[in-house]
């Protein structure tokens, strides 16, 4: 069977799927395979074209009939069969039955069988399945497993009837079943059944566990590879001979059963066969000719190779004694093995029986020489190589004592050779190009055989390429002579076009030798591509934009000639701009910035020459806008309607699966589920006055980019065809979403924006367009909000085929049904892809955000008074954490009253938009506190940060909005944990002062005081809190754990056990309950994270507070223990712990003393040293479950119990596992320590 598409991947050591098709079966008997002549269904033929035409559908038809193909052949109707071929009873059945066969095979030793059973590989002539047989040996009790390969005939009749399947497949199994022996060098044989037409099996041996592979070469192979070949070869025609001369009957009756695929004159395939093969046989004559070569040797060779097929095939198949033997039919490298011996030399085993034949070996040996070698090895090792095959051979025949070698003599073979060997020119007549990447099987769509030959041998080509190059010669004008013109590269295998690269030269009229480089771009000849992607409209868009739009000068590359002609001759000519020193961007996608900001310069040009053509010659403008043809938005366009909905909402799904926001998800579900209307249309829809002619494809792919001399780059534009009349939305939210990473996206978008806006501006005014404010910045951004979700619905749908995961061929998805196809995108890429699309996704619902943050800058604006001018904000950065979301805003205005031009640097905080989270950590009350604190807690002049604006509106509209105190010096401290001593002094002056306030407040304003305790909402430790208690009171016992598996005191474990195993109750609650006269306002998360840090003129560090979302009425050990165990080093806790509570105590005391508070013995450093020890194991279970994330064993983007109540107990149960014994080292010390401070049982 020949298996040349695919044997690579057949023969590969792959690893079987995680969630394979499985089974066990009860003990086998032993089963003996039937010898016996097989009985052959009748085939009902039909002529190949009518074939080829069913072929419409897959955009698969093999340009090599009868056995050579190279590529993998999925049929539309049998691909979806395959997507669901997990639940497809009748492949259940089947694999039942073929399973329990094999098995029985093993012998009866065998026990507790069960198999896995990959997805199937799909080739040309059969569907491959690669099957592990996991067993229990019942004589040596040991546990074995025999991997193998099924081998089925493919379900698509038309491939079967055009390759003669079942004729491959009796062949093959008659080479198992009646020919290869046991201990031969063939892979085993378990099982063959030969059940025409769709369930025939062979089961084999998959010999990758014995160390063969398939060769790493299609063809030039290295000599080394090929005498393995040949000396494999020998051994196998001397099988044959072997046979013929000792078992005569037996070999004359194999040879009577074999079925001939492609040389039976009365099979209508063979007649389709020899057309092609006459077509292409007279290539290199008519090479050598044009050349120059001798003309009687070339008229000679013309006559002979014109009927090739009867005269060089068919004679040379022809059995002829004594030389013939049985032979390969398909001796290539992708039907042999090979691995390397101890010696290091290479051993070959053959495969792939399928087409053997009774012949003499020229038929193997010409094949394999004429497509699998090179030149020089052919003129230079050709002897050596056929005596390396006649060594073999006669070595094999004197071993089974067969003395008469002399009939099988090198010379009588070499004779044999010289006799035939044309037979393996003509397959690599046909084949060599497919071999070498030439061949595109895609373009012979619904050819009938005698347009495909035409298109072979290029005739229509080389007829249409003249008239094409003449035109281009008479429109370059008399300045032109003695031009001639060469094809140097012909990219036909575009999707869709076709395109050649040609180089012409010339003399001017100045005498002298010029060179012009032209790219000539043709419609594909793939009928069914054409309709889908409406080529014709495609073309016709390009040629229009080349005739009537641009002009001589600008930064487009020069069309030389354009002529509409479809379907298939619209040509149009341009210049390689490759001379320029324009490339192709090396990014499909996630380009560096660079290259985004030279696209968007060029593309603000382009749109700007849209708006100065509109502006200035208007009714020329909007007859080209009339003669654009729409190709894709359009309402009738159903297939692509049902296409882009069904793919739209992938990352609502994402989201939906991963705890967003409901109310988000609903709401973006029912708006995309009928994208293609309410997005798409909508936003394509011209308004003015926005609209000017847009590229319609404007990615990295349609950019090129050189290099200037500032070492900048600069782009140009390519390929319009599908220009269009919309606002710039389409092309700038296109590029974007597909070709910008997230992170730029995030980071650059205002940045990117303005960039553009810069060069359209500029373009207006070189041309003299004054009125420009109604393409201002903010109106161009305002549009990108309105809908930047169309570049979002082709990201859904594109970006995974850009990254690279589409791992099926482009015309293999062509061909499925609409929905069909959608739904299998929809899930290229997997997880990775669906991130990166809701990311974006949320990207854009942070720009509609921007209506919101518009208000909330009104507000401010408002609130800085009349002397306030010429607003304008932008979105320098966002961060997300589980808490909120975070945006960093820079307000730029003008100060009336000063004349100059302010800046105001604001955070901006809002809930996070995942309704998890939100529940999770009651984000509804944690904005109310910190709200709370901002309103009726700070005042003017103390050290926080200033609030500009604040709004309760829970769940998701919750906003506060604070300067960045980034501009007075204050930054994050570079340390999570573990901070050198002068942060931490800092920061505990800075809380000493926090919670003096309290207590100052309590003093002084005892009723406005409790007003604000009375408002605050409790966030973690209350008896409703029955998730965070039970995480607690898992993990809270780590420490004691560790201290108990190391042998420490017994005594201390069982009492500290006990007190942690309920350690929200115990510790928790007892150490936030408030404890009069200590208790007072408290921070309620007091760590480095929420803590800022300048450096004073003096060298010392000054903190800042941030975060107020626990606000608080406890103790200071609340605030002080979670310090001292998240962010100070048990190093520094043990030996300076005294030192940092005298330090706090001190700046709280001066605090008070400043306010004229003068009863402070009730703060006394001893009192709060005691509370301290009351209350200390409150920091130390935060660190027990908080400190392993600090440390950065813990990624919250990886843990898939986010969101799954169901799991939060398995959470917890890893989370006190990470970090190892390092975390639990930690944790143990810092108990101690807390033990030495006396606080355990206080």
């Not at 009253?897 to 905080?909: A, D, N, R």
Request: proline share 3%; charged share 25%; with cysteine.
């Amino acid at each position: 069977m020949d298996l040349n598409a695919n044997a690579i991947s057949v023969f590969d050591n792959s690893t079987l799927p995680s969630t394979p098709l499985g089974r066990t079966l009860p003990d086998q008997k032993n089963v003996n395979f039937p010898r016996r002549r097989t009985q052959f269904v009748p085939l009902v033929r039909r002529p190949l074209k009518s074939v080829l035409l069913e072929l419409r559908s897959t955009q698969e038809a093999s340009l090599a009939l009868n056995g050579h193909t190279q590529r993998k052949i999925i049929p539309n109707e049998l691909y979806i069969a395959r997507i669901k071929m997990s639940h497809d009873k009748e492949f259940q059945k089947w694999i039942e039955k073929v399973m329990s066969k094999i098995i029985e095979s093993f012998g009866s030793n065998i026990d507790q069988a069960r198999y896995e059973i990959t997805e199937p590989t799909e080739v040309i002539m059969s569907t491959m399945y690669y099957a592990c047989v996991k067993f229990k040996n019942r004589l040596t009790g040991q546990n074995e497993e025999h991997s193998i390969i099924l081998k089925r005939p493919i379900q698509a009749e038309v491939w079967r009837q055009m390759n003669n399947s079942d004729f491959q497949f009796h062949n093959e199994i008659l080479f198992y079943r009646m020919y290869a022996q046991p201990d031969e060098n063939f892979p085993r044989c378990f099982y063959v059944d030969e059940k025409p037409p769709a369930d025939s099996v062979i089961a084999l041996e998959n010999v990758n566990k014995r160390g063969y592979c398939p060769c790493p070469h299609k063809y030039n192979v290295p000599l080394e590879y090929t005498l393995a070949a040949m000396r494999e070869i020998g051994r196998f025609h001397g099988k044959g001979y072997v046979m013929k001369e000792l078992q005569k009957e037996n070999f004359f009756d194999i040879v009577g059963q074999l079925q001939d695929c492609r040389f039976d004159k009365t099979m209508s395939s063979t007649n389709e066969f020899k057309l092609l093969i006459n077509s292409q046989a007279t290539r290199a004559v008519e090479y050598l000719r044009s050349h120059d070569h001798d003309t009687i040797f070339c008229d000679k060779m013309e006559a002979l190779l014109s009927n090739a097929f009867d005269e060089v095939m068919i004679k040379t198949v022809e059995p002829l004694e004594p030389l013939s033997t049985l032979c390969h039919g398909d001796f290539t490298p992708n039907n042999i093995l090979f691995k390397t011996e101890d010696d290091g030399q290479q051993r070959a085993m053959l495969i792939d029986f399928a087409l053997l034949g009774y012949s003499t070996p020229v038929v193997d040996l010409s094949t394999y020489l004429c497509l699998c070698c090179s030149t020089e090895v052919k003129e230079n090792k050709f002897s050596e190589i056929m005596r390396a095959y006649h060594d073999a051979l006669k070595e094999y025949l004197l071993e089974a004592g067969v003395w008469d070698v002399e009939k099988y003599s090198y010379e009588a073979l070499t004779d044999d050779y010289r006799r035939g060997g044309l037979f393996g020119f003509i397959i690599a007549s046909f084949f060599l190009p497919h071999l070498m990447g030439y061949g595109r099987d895609r373009q012979y769509d619904d050819w009938g055989t005698m347009d495909a030959l035409k298109l072979l041998k290029q005739d229509d080509f080389q007829e249409w390429i003249k008239e094409v190059m003449s035109s281009i010669i008479e429109n370059l004008g008399s300045n032109v002579d003695e031009a001639r013109y060469e094809l140097c590269e012909s990219t036909d295998y575009y999707f869709m076009s076709m395109q050649y690269h040609i180089n012409m030269k010339f003399k001017n009229k100045n005498g002298e030798s010029e060179e012009l480089s032209i790219i000539l771009k043709r419609p594909t000849q793939l009928e069914s591509v054409r309709l889908m992607c409406r080529i014709d409209y495609q073309f016709h868009n390009e040629i229009l934009f080349y005739q009537m739009y641009t002009q001589p000068g600008e930064n487009f590359a020069k069309c030389f000639y354009a002529n509409e002609r479809p379907p298939i001759d619209s040509v149009i000519a341009l210049e390689n701009v490759n001379k320029q020193g324009y490339y192709s961007c090396p990014y499909k996608c996630d380009a560096p910035l660079e290259y985004t900001l030279a696209a968007f310069r060029e593309m603000g040009r382009f749109h700007g020459k849209g708006y100065v053509m509109k502006e200035l010659q208007r009714e020329k403008f909007f007859d080209i806008v009339k003669q654009c043809q729409e190709i894709r938005w359009h309402p009738t366009y159903d297939d692509d309607k049902n296409y882009i909905d069904t793919i739209a909402t992938r990352a609502v799904e994402y989201l939906r699966n991963h705890g967003h926001d409901v109310t988000f998800c609903d709401k973006t579900e029912a708006l995309l589920s009928k994208a293609f209307d309410n997005v798409m249309m909508k936003a394509v829809e011209p308004r003015e006055p926005l609209s000017t002619l847009c590229h319609g494809d404007f990615t990295l792919s349609n950019t090129l980019f050189k290099t200037e001399n500032n070492g900048q780059y600069r782009a140009m534009l390519i390929d319009f065809a599908l220009l269009r009349y919309s606002t710039p939305v389409v092309d700038l939210s296109t590029y974007l979403c597909l070709c910008c990473s997230n992170e730029i996206r995030k980071d650059k978008f205002f940045e990117i924006m303005r960039v553009y806006h810069d060069a359209l501006k500029e373009y207006l005014l070189e041309a003299g367009i004054s009125d420009i404010d109604k393409y201002s910045y903010d109106a161009l951004v305002d549009d990108y909000k309105r809908g930047g979700l169309f570049g979002f619905i082709i990201a859904s749908f594109f970006l995974a085929v850009l990254k690279g995961y589409c791992d099926r061929d482009p015309q293999q998805v062509v061909c499925m049904e609409f929905v069909e196809r959608a739904k299998l995108t929809k899930q290229f890429g997997g997880d990775e892809i669906s991130k990166i699309l809701a990311d974006m996704l949320l990207h854009l619902k942070d720009l509609d955000f921007e209506k919101s943050n518009k208000e909330v800058i009104s507000k401010i604006i408002e609130d800085l008074g009349q002397n306030v001018d010429e607003v304008r904000y932008e979105l320098s950065e966002q961060a997300d954490n589980i808490m909120s979301t975070v945006h960093y805003i820079c307000v730029k205005f003008k100060n009336r009253t000063k004349g100059q031009s302010e800046e105001l640097s604001l955070v901006i905080k809002r809930p996070s938009r995942i309704e998890y989270f939100r529940r999770l950590t009651r984000s509804d009350f944690q904005f109310h506190n910190e709200i709370l604190f901002y309103q009726m807690y700070a005042q003017p002049g103390e050290n926080f940060a200033k609030c500009f604006y604040t709004d309760e509106r829970p769940p998701i509209d919750s906003v506060i909005a604070l300067e960045n105190v980034n501009g007075r010096g204050y930054y994050s401290c570079p340390y999570k944990y573990d901070a050198p001593l002068e942060y931490t002094l800092a920061a505990f002056r800075e809380m000493g002062r926090f919670h003096g306030k309290g207590y100052v407040m309590k003093e002084l304003q005892r009723e406005k005081f409790f007003d604000i305790v009375k408002q605050c909402q409790e966030t973690r430790f209350n008896s409703t809190c029955d998730e965070y208690k039970n995480y607690v009171d898992i993990i809270a016992t780590r420490a004691v754990e560790y201290l108990r598996n190391h042998g420490h005191d017994v005594t201390f474990c069982d009492k500290t056990e006990a007190l942690l195993s309920k350690a929200f109750d115990n510790v928790m609650i007892k150490a936030v309950e408030p404890r009069e006269p200590l208790s007072t306002l408290c921070h309620g998360d007091f760590t480095l994270s929420n803590t800022l840090f300048k450096t004073e003129n003096d060298g010392q560090y000054r903190a800042m507070l941030i975060d107020f979302a626990y606000f608080r009425y406890s103790t200071p050990v609340v605030d002080l223990s979670t310090y001292f165990c998240l962010c100070c080093s048990n190093d520094m806790r043990k030996d300076k712990f005294f030192e940092i509570m005298r330090v706090y105590h001190d700046a709280l005391k001066e605090y008070l003393l400043e306010a004229s508070i003068s009863d402070v013995e009730k703060y006394s450093y001893d009192a709060l040293l005691d509370d301290y020890k009351r209350g200390g194991l409150f920091g130390f279970i935060i660190a027990s479950h908080f400190l392993p994330v600090l440390m950065g064993y813990y990624d919250i983007n990886n843990d898939d119990t986010i969101g799954n109540n169901d799991e939060f107990f398995e959470g917890a149960l890893r989370n006190k596992q990470l970090g190892g014994d390092e975390m639990s080292k930690i944790l143990a010390d810092m108990l101690l320590h807390l033990r030495d401070l006396d606080t355990i049982m206080k």
